[in-house]
């Protein structure tokens, strides 16, 4: 998007690497980086004399309260060099400007300035759940910039969430462990956000209910933001394939519960017939095996006169089932609002209901 290499970096190695993470914990320590940002701001020879002393001042006080510690630099590097500032007012207001109006700065030589741009630009992706564009840029911050800057705690908890929400699931719990076990003064919320998520990804096995659902949420996002590219045509192919899977399963458990009565049923008739005794209405033994009916046992067979049926339309089809229904009876809320909402949108305003066409 911003013409930004991206970074290979990978969390899971670190964590593997005690001497690296031991390293990387001694060279972020907060009041370390403060240090060595205002050392930084001495050393600039395009900074006035009276600017360095306001940046100072400011970035030691707002250093001393661990609320407004994470915001010391960021603040410090707007005081200093004002168009910054400039640029991160109208990222904000503007999230279709945010990447040309920061791009300069994550392209500048002050590895401070670049660390800093690279977060603020990848919140707002983040916050316009643009997952694919703001992992290269949590990556740089959490990995190679993590030296200059007080973010790289929560770019680690950002990378952790996009990973998520683009299906890499076990990337995201590798990396949310890793932000807890390597971030414990990041604030409360975000560490309980991370445990639970954690908690979240783990229950998802491929091929059930709450993968659909996962996978659903990515596609009815994407679809959002008019992107049906491969991806997204890829997803909905595989929720296609897990509903029906579980459409099938469910059809199986209503079959064999109906064998079983069927069978008690038998049972208990044949007890009670006298020996001889033939069934009263041939018709009714007639149409149970199909006889001159076009509907075998009496159940309408759709037939798809209009060429292939595509695997939505089948799926929409299997809403008349008794199976389809006791799947959807079954779904959690949460799961039956974004089926809904997310076949209507795969479908182009037909959703998957139980009405007549």
């Known amino acids: 998007m911003i013409g930004l290499r991206k970074f290979k970096f990978s969390l899971s190695f670190l964590a593997a690497c005690c001497g690296a993470m031991c390293l990387l914990a001694s060279d972020n320590d907060q009041s370390k980086i ?12 395009n900074i006035d004399a ?36 400039e640029a991160l007012a109208a990222a904000d207001a503007d999230f279709s400007a945010s990447a040309t ?17 690279s977060f603020s630009l990848a919140r707002v992706l983040v916050n316009a ?39 890499q699931n076990q990337q995201a719990i590798d990396t949310l462990s890793y932000f807890i076990q ?12 991370a445990w639970r998520q954690m908690q979240e990804l783990a229950t998802i096995a491929e091929g059930q209910l709450a993968d659909a659902h996962q996978r659903m949420e ?28 579980l459409i099938t399963e469910q059809e199986k458990k209503e079959c064999s519960s109906c064998n079983s ?51 939505w339309s089948k799926l929409r089809d299997r809403s008349r089932d008794p199976a389809y229904s006791a799947i959807k009876d079954q779904l959690p809320a949460k799961y039956r609002e974004i089926v809904e909402r997310y076949t ?10 139980g009405g007549s066409e």
């Open 182 to 193: 390597n971030y414990q003064d990041a604030p409360e919320r975000l560490r309980v956000s």
């Open 218 to 245: 990515f596609s009815h996002r994407r679809l959002d933001q008019e992107d049906s590219g491969q991806p997204t045509q890829e997803q909905q192919g595989k929720i296609v394939g897990i509903l029906a899977k």
């Open 50 to 85: 009276a600017t360095k002393s306001n940046v100072k001042a400011v970035v030691e006080k707002l250093a001393q309260d661990a609320e407004t510690q994470a915001d010391a630099i960021s603040e410090g590097l707007m005081l200093a060099h004002k168009g910054y500032r």
């Open 261 to 311: 009565k069927k069978n008690c049923q038998s049972e208990s008739q044949g007890q009670a017939k006298k020996p001889g005794k033939k069934d009263s209405d041939p018709q009714a033994s007639k149409s149970q095996q199909g006889g001159q009916s076009n509907n075998p046992n009496g159940v309408a067979q759709r037939v798809y006169n209009d060429g292939p049926a595509s695997p």
């Open 344 to 353: 209507e949108k795969a479908q182009g305003g037909q959703p998957i209901t």
């Open 34 to 45: 403060i240090d060595r940002f205002v050392a930084h701001i001495d050393e600039s020879t």
């Open 129 to 167: 759940e643009r997952f694919e564009d703001s992992v290269p840029l949590l990556e740089l911050v959490a990995g190679p910039q993590a030296n200059f800057t007080l973010h790289s705690g929560a770019a680690t908890y950002y990378l952790g969430v996009a990973q998520a929400r683009l299906l």
């Open 101 to 117: 109006q920061l791009k300069p700065w994550i392209e500048s030589k002050d590895p401070y300035l670049v660390a800093d741009a």
